[in-house]
């Protein structure tokens, strides 16, 4: 079964922190993603990778960044965290484009 | 992209057949259709893909319709552990690529 790991479940940070999130997979997975999920709002990609060290904006990368040095790893950063930055985040892999295996989310809240 | 659109909602009954459709009018000729099934506190969860016409696999078919402005996931037999949110994602597999959601079907199977 494929694996993707996040580092935490819940996570509680005071605005204007530096916030990482990270994830792993141990698929050899080319392409990993990190989506935020809001009510009414359904699922939103912020950035996604095809490759190490490669990185393509999603629909929502502003006052996000990200971070692929080793194929398994992908972080997101938020560098000067905000309250509107409160959500689920989630992260994925996949071989293909179109089967990405999510992992369980990671709860952030910005106080 | 194609922006994708969905009921916010739909209850069936235990034995049914349950068909959902995501709306995604300006789908283009590179854009691929899935579908994701997600239980609360997990992440979603890959449950087919497809481009035209039908595909079917052990727990769902995909219908889609010659113009693909469309597709019908179909749940045969639904039973109560199928009660989920269940999303459209379209995908664009060439060129710039671009992964849009809909907002998701919230299902729920009664006894």
């Known amino acids: 079964d494929v694996k993707v790991t996040q580092s935490s479940r819940y996570l509680v940070k005071r605005t204007g922190e530096k916030v990482f999130l990270e994830c792993v997979q141990d698929?050899?997975?080319?392409?990993m993603f990190w989506y935020r999920q809001d009510p009414g709002l359904g699922l939103r990609l912020i950035y996604f990778?095809?490759?190490?060290?490669?990185?393509e904006k999603g629909d929502i990368p502003e006052g996000y960044s990200v971070s692929r040095e080793k194929k398994e790893r992908f972080s997101l950063i938020l560098e000067s965290a905000s309250t509107n930055q409160t959500s689920m985040y989630l992260c994925?892999?996949?071989?293909?484009?179109?089967?990405?295996?999510f992992g369980p989310g990671t709860r952030l809240t910005v106080l | 992209l194609a922006k994708t659109t969905q009921p916010i909602s739909m209850d069936s009954y235990e034995g049914q057949e349950v068909n959902i459709t995501c709306s995604h009018n300006?789908?283009?000729?590179?854009?691929?259709i899935t579908w994701y099934q997600q239980f609360p506190s997990q992440g979603p969860r890959f449950i087919i893909q497809?481009?035209?016409t039908k595909v079917t696999n052990e727990v769902a078919s995909l219908f889609i319709p010659a113009d693909r402005k469309s597709s019908t996931l179909s749940l045969p037999r639904v039973s109560l552990s199928d009660t989920a949110v269940y999303y459209c994602l379209v995908v664009r597999t060439s060129g710039t690529y671009k992964y849009i959601f809909g907002t998701g079907t919230r299902l729920k199977v009664l006894a």
């Open positions: 497809g481009y035209k």
């Open positions: 698929m050899d997975h080319e392409n």
């Open positions: 300006n789908i283009a000729t590179n854009d691929y």
């Open positions: 990778s095809y490759d190490v060290k490669m990185k």
């Open positions: 994925a892999s996949g071989g293909s484009r179109w089967e990405q295996f």
